[in-house]
């Protein structure tokens, strides 16, 4: 019987687990992240893997989720926010290591294919999945397999530059200015209401106030649903897929599922639009069980 083990390798925690042949979780667990180690940090990951065949008593096929992708180009993991791993062959090592192949990829790419197998995506043909949090992430599955893309950066489409007009174009980590993550992360939907109010809240409280009819806070929230809805249409104008999956925290604003396909026609180059936005079935466990999915 087949058994899939699946890592998110965190900033902060390692996790793995392992599935059947049916998705059905077998085990799951987690250790700290060793931070700024990478010997450390590939101990880890090869002792989870060990512990859990050992346990089980079955070979493995491991797949890794990450933050982050290999370069094509050389092989070594560039665009981490876990910088120690930036310019490691991350792969080969835990290859040698564990005396297997290994298929690693950005963990957007795991969400948006653990949702495609078996989450709010399942059974369509095109799923675009995007996580809405500390920073904005994006994967593509097209017929159940993860689209990397020649440059290994097929749907990372937070740094595109939001389209429309915006009265300030905030700087962005990755030098650029104006990216979609600026506005539309966690930390972007807080600094576009302290722009606009002097306020500095938390996304859930600006939620909460928008929910209890405060003009600020629902005027916050309207502007971020016409941004989503602006940078979800050109997606959807390229990629047309049948569903978009939205994780992260800001997935949690039941509002989205409605108020964003209101707007979004205006940009979308079609008389009617079947593309469906909805919430992610596995939330958090997505990247984990995706990366497990790496493997048919
Ligand atoms: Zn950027």
Redesign the pocket.
Known sequence: MSLRVGIDLGGTKIEIVALDGDGGELLRRRVATPRDDYPGTLAAVAGLVEEVERELGRRASVGVGMPGAESPATGLVKNANSTWLIGRPLRQDLQARLKREIRLANDANCFALSEAKDGAGKGAEVVFGVILGTGVGGGLVVHGKVLAGVNGIAGEWG?NRLPGDEADWPA???G?RG?V?TFLSGPGLRRDHHRVTGADLEPAAIAQLAAAGDGAGEATLARYEIRLARALAQVINILDPDVIVLGGGLSNLDRLYENVPRHWHRDIFSDAVATRLVRHRHGDSSGVRGAAWLWP
């Open positions: 740094h962005c980590y990755c650029r990216c993550e």
